[in-house]
């Protein structure tokens, strides 16, 4: 349940990592090389807006770095993960504001950025603003690394920190719920191995993007999520409000 949110609630996408760090210094390259790294970056950018998957992955190199870290987790990603990630995150219709050029060198930029998305907006956030350092070598995007202040990093942690406790096979107009974990909101409610959730807060879930349906389960903790719900020897569908839980401090049977 937790992978889209791990991969696309920002450029989160390619890389957060959610680290106190100081402001780069404003340090301006204005030679040859440092203006085509600019254009390099920039074009990256227009095209992510644009929503031109294949023109972003042109212009990154086949072995490109790309770290993550939440928290004091490190976490390294590969290509393709990486490529799967952009697409997700363009498919969620994500856009870069630049706010401010930090640093130009001759191989590398450093940009402020406010970053929106539709899958942002939807766990309560208008938009993220983010450092973003990029790394380029023989004309292609080598490093990619975001950095976040901690409180931002928490504040989006805790918009998904809620859950109920299943896991599921999602798919294209239903969510199958594989497993339920024990103390938890779905056991307490009464849910049970495949049963069928076709709607989340009204929303049917024929009618979400991937990864939406994971989006709409987690939230806040303590907050409400009403599911509509099909048993699987039946067709009839009913209602079933849920409070989210911190489901790391579930109590054990």
Known sequence: MHKHIKTA???????????????????QDNSPQALETKKIVESFIQSYNNGDADSCIGLLSKDIV?????????????????????????????NWKIIKYLNTSENSITLLIDESGDDIKLIGIDSISSENSFEVKDGKIAKIVTVIDRKLAEQLASKTAGGIGIKTDIKPDRIIITDVTANSPAEKAGLKQGDDIMAIDGINCSDMRPGEQTL???????????LKV????????????????????????
């Open 216 to 226: 709409r389960i987690r939230g806040p903790i303590s907050s409400k999520v009403l």
């Open 230 to 253: 099909r048993h699987p020897d039946s067709n009839e569908t009913f209602d079933l409000e849920l409070i989210r839980a911190d489901l790391s401090k579930l109590p054990s049977k």
């Open 9 to 27: 609630l920002l450029f989160i996408s390619i890389s957060i990592i959610f680290l106190i760090v100081p402001g780069c210094g404003d340090k």
């Open 66 to 94: 790309i770290e993550q870290k939440a928290l004091q987790d490190v976490k390294s990603q590969d290509v393709r993960s990486v490529h799967e990630a952009l697409k997700s995150n363009i498919a969620w219709k994500h």
